[in-house]
């Protein structure tokens, strides 16, 4: 009998440590997806209890009207910068595994910028940006070069000015965790590889390269998902301007929600990003493991 009870104990235990996050995941995440997709599909200003079904008009409507596709196109440049960003991350991440005096210090303040609130950085860099008062035009002003650039002003700038700003505040989180990858290694590798006469890069590239390449895979995810998902910076900075020249898919998507309450036209928006990073991961992942192997 008390083997009997124990078993049970054991079996509820198990069952709602199951059923708890099952429950929830399905309540905050499977069920809003389903009305979501249920909602793409009709014509509703979110106030009124009829939902009129208009079918894939509201898909055909995404991709045939190039001011609401042809946003994705702005998202670009905060992928490449992303790109960029991994790679002094892993670079950042090599050094301060060393013995270099002072490497906790420096740690820290390549850290710092990722604890900071994203509306708070975007307030700063405000000011950083500003046309006649910025710190960057005064800066350049003292070392002879022109000092008048609109940064956030000029139509071919501002995606990648805005972009740079989330160089500097997440470049130091993914060093982080470059960082911590690198010292999982076995110091016995590069013992074993200085023995054979193997240089700074052939160590890196023939045992470091190839010890952290899920945690690449893994830091190429979020900066996929962080370029398609872009808010909080252009939409603090410059509300998606000039001229509309930095708005991106999600701002897209809440301003036709909140702005014009075209709830259904926003619900296709929606799952067309959703599919479009499922799309792009799945090449990346497919690139990278075939690389890998």
């Known amino acids: 009998m008390n083997r009997m009870s124990i078993s049970k104990q054991r ?3 198990i069952v709602s440590f199951t059923l708890i996050p099952l429950l929830l995941l399905l309540t905050f995440a499977y069920y809003p997806a389903l009305q979501l997709i249920h909602l793409s599909f009709t014509n ?5 209890q009829e939902k009129e079904w208009v079918g894939w008009d509201n898909y055909a409507e995404v991709f045939n009207n190039p001011d609401i596709f042809g946003v994705f ?34 740690r820290l303040l390549l850290f710092l910028p990722y604890i900071l609130n994203g509306v708070a950085v975007a307030y700063l860099f405000g000011y950083v940006f500003d046309t006649t008062n910025g710190s960057l035009n005064t800066v350049l002003g003292g ?4 000092n008048d650039t609109s940064w956030l002003g000029m139509k071919s700038l501002v995606n990648y000015t805005l972009a740079s700003i989330g160089f500097w505040r997440f470049m130091g989180f993914n060093m982080v965790i470059y960082l911590a990858a690198l010292q999982s290694i076995p110091e016995d590798l590069y013992e074993a590889s200085s023995i054979d006469g193997a240089n700074g890069w052939q160590k890196f590239r023939f045992i470091t390269l190839p010890n952290i390449y899920k945690i690449i895979e893994l830091n190429l995810f979020l900066t996929v998902t962080g370029a398609l998902e872009v808010f909080d910076l252009p939409f603090v900075l410059t509300t998606g301007g000039p001229a509309g020249a930095s ?19 926003a ?12 799309a792009v991961l799945s090449v990346q992942r497919y690139f990278l493991n075939r690389g890998n192997d």
């Open 11 to 13: 079996t509820i235990i």
């Open 44 to 48: 509703w200003d979110g106030m009124s």
């Open 73 to 106: 196109r702005h998202n670009l440049a905060y992928f490449f910068v992303g790109i960029v960003q991994n790679l002094f991350a892993i670079y950042f991440a090599v050094i301060l595994k060393g013995k270099l005096r002072g490497r906790n210090l420096f």
């Open 143 to 146: 070392i002879g070069l022109p």
């Open 247 to 265: 708005e991106t898919f999600v701002m897209k998507i809440i301003s036709t929600a909140f702005q014009f309450n075209n709830y259904g036209l």
């Open 267 to 278: 619900s296709a928006m929606s799952v067309v990003l959703l599919l479009a990073v499922v």
